[in-house]
């Protein structure tokens, strides 16, 4: 069981909008901690896609976007796209824990 | 391009030692601006993080983890090493390597994995 918590699966069809939640409690991000999201295709190297919450590195598409606020944060697709269709991870510290902590993943499935 | 390429037995017996090697190119391990992960990932489950090596040689550990591993690197080969004993079949993964990046905004420092390997796949088994 993860300590952030994801949806498993979400889905959507092109060109669409998609949201992909991840939950967390007041030792992780609710304490302030950044999240970090990653996009990974199986059977490759997954991919920084988010870093501290809201920003993208570079060549990463602006139809990604990240938010945060309280003890949650979110990971939105616009204008989803056949290529999106991937799992997707949130990520973020965890001061009781006195780590790196990530959430279960959500499953992107474009209709 | 920083490329990290993930090596090791793909296979290790109960109790023994998984040993595995990550081999940097493009980029020097002793850079003291960044630091470097191991992260592994069980059949059809979730991303779990071992350990880190900071810049200072300093790891820090996955609590869970912790009695069991140990990271380290050889400068001189530009390798990130890890090490986990006494393993079981419950260590059998998908196991990267990570370069990670400091990122600063309004709430100070935080680490992310900026670079990953391929992985490469461990079984414990008998």
């Known amino acids: 069981q993860s300590v952030l918590t994801q949806p498993p699966s979400v889905s959507g069809a092109p060109g669409l909008r998609v949201t992909i939640s991840c939950s967390g409690t007041?030792?992780?991000?609710?304490?302030?901690?950044?999240v970090h999201w990653y996009q990974h295709l199986p059977g490759t190297a997954p991919k920084l896609l988010i870093y501290?919450?809201?920003n993208r590195p570079s060549g990463v598409p602006d139809r990604f976007s990240g938010s945060k606020s309280g003890t949650s944060a979110s990971l939105a697709i616009t204008g989803l796209q056949p290529e999106d269709e991937a799992y997707y991870y949130c990520q973020s510290h965890d001061n009781s824990l006195s780590g790196v902590v990530f959430g279960g993943g959500t499953k992107v499935t474009v209709l | 391009q920083v490329l990290l390429q993930e090596s090791g037995p793909g296979l290790v017996k109960p109790s023994q030692t998984l040993s595995l090697t990550c081999t940097v190119s493009?980029?020097?391990?002793?850079?003291?601006?960044?630091?470097w992960s191991w992260i592994r990932q069980p059949a059809g489950k979730g991303l779990e993080w071992i350990g880190r090596?900071?810049?200072?040689?300093?790891?820090s550990y996955n609590p869970s983890l912790k009695s069991r591993v140990t990271i380290s690197a050889d400068t001189s080969k530009n390798q990130i090493s890890l090490n986990l004993r006494s393993v079981t079949a419950a260590d059998t993964a998908v196991y990267y390597c990570?370069?990670?990046?400091?990122?600063?905004?309004?709430?100070?420092?935080?680490?992310?994995?900026?670079?990953w390997g391929q992985g490469t796949v461990v079984t414990v088994s008998s």
């Open positions: 501290a919450n809201n």
């Open positions: 090596l900071y810049s200072s040689g300093i790891p």
């Open positions: 007041s030792s992780n991000i609710g304490a302030g901690s950044d």
């Open positions: 990570t370069r990670d990046n400091v990122y600063y905004d309004a709430n100070g420092p935080s680490l992310a994995f900026e670079i």
């Open positions: 493009g980029g020097s391990v002793s850079s003291g601006s960044y630091y």
